[in-house]
């Protein structure tokens, strides 16, 4: 963070939108300008090390209404605003389905089901397995029916270089071997390909399966209905709020993601069978036109836009003790080039297994008793911070032992 305020700096940047993994941003510093992080959260509830992190940013954009809620209350100091991603493209067929269909090698009058994702996830976060043993059992006997999987694995993402190592990820071939599905009926295709031809992909298609454990967003979700095409979703998170136009199957129990840390959900395998059913038998009741004009009034260009900017421009300020409130410019200015000074040092004194704390007392030291950079602390000696800035700045001549720690802010 002390590396991007030199660049706010340098370039007179008053407002930071950021859009990216917060496990490559270190808080050394806090932000100087109006910091916003656009948020896709995958957790229920919001894991403990993304909130530490996002605790430091002024504003949070979250992607679905049921994620600003869930931030809202994990994180009440801070502002956060529903702010979904833009989904707009041309809506118009540049060919027809029989022509796409022809493609692919699909009869005219089959039933596809699409799943469109990446298999990229060693946690197998789109849950392919699940969605595959569920097409299994709804198959059973229905000779009109296609699966057509559209994914890209690791390996193909690495191209030919092969500096990944795909030990651990789920081997898609293997799983549906092990399937009754017929070979005959089911397409995988996993080359990378233009964005208009996967479009054409779900603009063919009767319904998409997305049952993920989890999605920050979902972007083929709100595309395939945007396309008229239904979809079956997993209720958890985003993808329950954006069902305008489909059935989201209620997930079977909560599971533990061991590499993000957080808890998401497992998907249920007859739910997402029944949800096909109710489709292929024609009793769902079809909201194409709903879903386009939901769809298309929350996640125009000109929406989005127009919330970034209410964002932008308002007064908001952090709370008293967390990120930049109470500091003026030069302060500002100080902490980012010295190092203790009286406005970021906290000195700690024991005695009698206490910690004292400008006077006050506490048993136990905790995390939220800190709120500067610098933290001293020390065994029953009682000294001032002018005292230690002398030490430090004039570089005294007696021996000292003096221990000085750099903390990280909310941490």
Known sequence: SSNLN?????????????????????????????????????????????????????????????DTELLSKALPDNKVEYIPHIIDFETKMSTTITIIRDKYGISHDAYV???????????????????????????????????????????????????????GSLRIDDLLEDSSIPAEQVIVHKEIVPYNDVLDMMRMSDVLLQGSKSEGFGVPVLEAQLLGCPVITTKFGAMSDYTFNGISVPYVQKCYDNLGGGIWVTPSVTGMTDALNTMYSGSFEDSTEYAKEQITKLMSRESVTNRFLELITDDFVLPSGSGLDGYGDEEKEDMDSKGPTSKNLTIVTIKKNKFII????????????????????????????EFIEDLINKNATEPNELILLKTRYKS
């Open 6 to 66: 030199a660049i706010f700096r340098e370039h007179g940047i008053d407002c930071a939108i950021m859009c990216m993994d917060l496990s490559k941003l270190v808080f050394d510093r806090p932000f100087i300008v109006k910091s916003i992080m656009w948020y896709p959260n995958h957790f229920c509830p919001v894991d403990k090390y993304n909130k530490k992190a996002l605790a430091n940013f002024s504003h949070i954009a979250s992607l679905c209404p049921t």
């Open 113 to 167: 089901i699409l799943i469109n994702c990446g298999n990229y996830d060693f946690q197998n976060r789109k849950s392919l397995d699940t969605s595959i043993f569920a097409c299994e059992e709804f198959m059973k006997g229905k000779e009109n029916v296609i699966l057509f999987i559209h994914t890209y694995d690791i390996k193909s993402l690495n191209g030919d270089m092969s500096h990944l190592d795909v030990k």
């Open 358 to 385: 400008g006077g006050k007392e506490y048993v136990k030291l905790k995390s939220k008793h800190i709120k500067t950079e610098w933290i001293m602390i020390n065994d029953g000696f009682e000294c001032g911070v």
